[in-house]
């Protein structure tokens, strides 16, 4: 910030030198607005004085609504403006025809304006993990991601204006589809804190609020991966290649992707959870602990996993739209098919079954079995194939090849100094 300031004081000088020049050898102020405008060291005066403005402006903004920023925003805010830059310089390559000032401008204006989105993003994320939050803090995020989905709203209808009123393909197209996307990021990060809010006020105790939040997440990259498209088929159609869009579109696709399969992971293991997990007992809950290890409340009712450690059905339900293996052991949750395969091709077990000829229970308690014996021995790979703990034939290894450096360390025995020293030694005596 000082830095800034220092900066913005030389600027503010210099311009002020070369507008009280221009104004007192011309004398009258249409030869002065002219010499400003075609004189290049003015011009660029003047061109450094609004970038200064627009930087002032920014950081204005964000101590009022964010006050001082965190290590890990900055560091988030460095990242992102790097690759920012980056792909603004290859839309300008793209749109060099349109190249003006304005155009200079609106490039500075869309790159402040994105980071005043991620800085929204990560206080949201922020306040979303800690326990206690005070109440301004609640009030100036409100605010803020109210003033920023203003900015994309004014942004927006002024280039959509612009590009109706020519007619055909110009900058407007980007900077139109740049906050289209920035205004759904905002309203997603809004409905997201929303959530947050709502199970703030219910103690914690909104069973439906992960779903709730991986719907909207799914929904999200749906819409940008969809603006995403459209963008790069206009951009391709009118302009070329977008190479700034490549980056981009490559990974709300792979994200979306991602979501996807979850999705379909999850309702088919979330579709029969009565079925596939069964009830503990009262002997179960009594002997285990208790508590639940997500929530780290104590249980009544649970649902017990194949390796046996029991869970609130919400909380299952819950831990599932993220991660499918236990939370304790972490083991697979569903072992695949491989235990009913196992079992099936067991001697004496039912064609079609998966359950030996005698009885259902023994077989049930033999696939339980087997799934604890297979999520042990993937455990044991996993321990083996560690860096920390290597294998026992390579430990051999290293152990021989020490023993047998030592040996050529160890100096050889002279036979005739021992000989001499044994037959004097009776004499000596």
Same mark, same amino acid.
């Given at each position: ?8 004081? #030389?600027? %503010? ?30 011009? *660029? ?85 800690? $326990?206690? *939050? ?12 109210? =003033? ?8 927006? +209808? ?15 197209? =980007? ?18 804190? *929303? ?27 749906? *819409?940008? %991966?969809?603006?995403?498209?459209? #963008? ?9 290649? $977008?190479?700034? %869009? ?9 994200? #979306? ?23 503990? +007992? ?13 929530? !780290? ?13 029991? #869970? ?19 083991? $697979?949750?569903? @072992?695949?098919?491989?235990? !009913? ?6 001697? /004496? ?6 359950? @030996? ?26 321990? /083996? ?45």
């Amino acid at each position: 910030m000082t830095r800034l300031q220092t900066y913005a004081a #030389f600027s %503010l000088l210099a311009t002020a030198s070369s507008v009280y020049y221009a104004f007192s050898s011309r004398e009258q102020f249409y030869p002065a607005m002219v010499y400003l405008s075609t004189s290049k060291i003015c011009f *660029v005066l003047l061109l450094n004085t609004g970038l200064v403005a627009m930087c002032v402006a920014w950081q204005l903004v964000k101590r009022l609504f964010l006050g001082s920023l965190r290590e890990a925003e900055v560091e988030r805010l460095n990242e992102q403006s790097w690759r920012e830059v980056v792909e603004i310089l290859f839309a300008v390559t793209i749109f060099r025809q349109d190249f003006s000032v304005s155009f200079l401008a609106m490039v500075a204006a869309l790159l402040l304006v994105k980071a005043l989105h991620w800085l929204a993003q990560k206080r949201v994320e922020y306040i979303e993990t800690t $326990p206690s *939050v005070p109440m301004l803090s609640h009030i100036r995020i409100v605010s803020f991601m109210a =003033f920023l989905l203003i900015i994309d709203c004014l942004f927006l +209808s002024n280039s959509l204006r612009s590009l109706i009123q020519k007619r055909e393909a110009s900058v407007a197209i =980007f900077f139109s589809f740049e906050y289209m996307i920035l205004a759904t990021s905002t309203v997603s990060t809004f409905v997201k804190y *929303v959530f947050y809010v709502s199970d703030m006020l219910m103690e914690g105790q909104w069973e439906k609020k992960a779903v709730y939040t991986f719907y909207l997440e799914l929904v999200s990259d749906l *819409v940008h %991966l969809s603006l995403y498209m459209l #963008f790069f088929i206009a951009i391709f159609l009118n302009y070329g290649v $977008p190479l700034h %869009l490549i980056r981009e579109l490559y990974e709300t696709f792979r994200n #979306f992707k991602i979501r996807i399969a979850d999705y379909v992971r999850y309702r088919k293991i979330t579709s029969n959870m009565n079925e596939r997990f069964p009830d503990a +007992s009262a002997e179960e809950l009594n002997a285990s602990d208790a508590t639940c290890i997500i929530c !780290r409340e104590e249980m009544t009712t649970a649902k017990k996993l194949l390796c046996g450690h029991l #869970f609130h059905v919400h909380c299952l339900r819950s831990w599932l739209e993220r991660q499918h293996t236990c939370p304790t052991c972490r083991a $697979p949750i569903i @072992p695949a098919d491989n235990g !009913r395969a196992a079992s099936a091709r067991q001697p /004496g077990a039912q064609p079609g079954t998966g359950t @030996p000829a005698s009885e259902g229970a023994p077989g049930e308690n033999m696939s339980r079995r087997q799934a604890k014996l297979e999520a042990a021995a993937a455990a044991a790979s996993l321990y /083996g194939r560690s860096f920390v703990y290597p294998p026992a034939n390579a430990l051999s290894q290293f152990l021989s090849l020490q023993v047998h450096h030592n040996l050529k360390q160890v100096p050889p025995i002279n036979l005739r100094k021992t000989k001499n020293c044994s037959s004097k030694t009776p004499a000596m005596v």
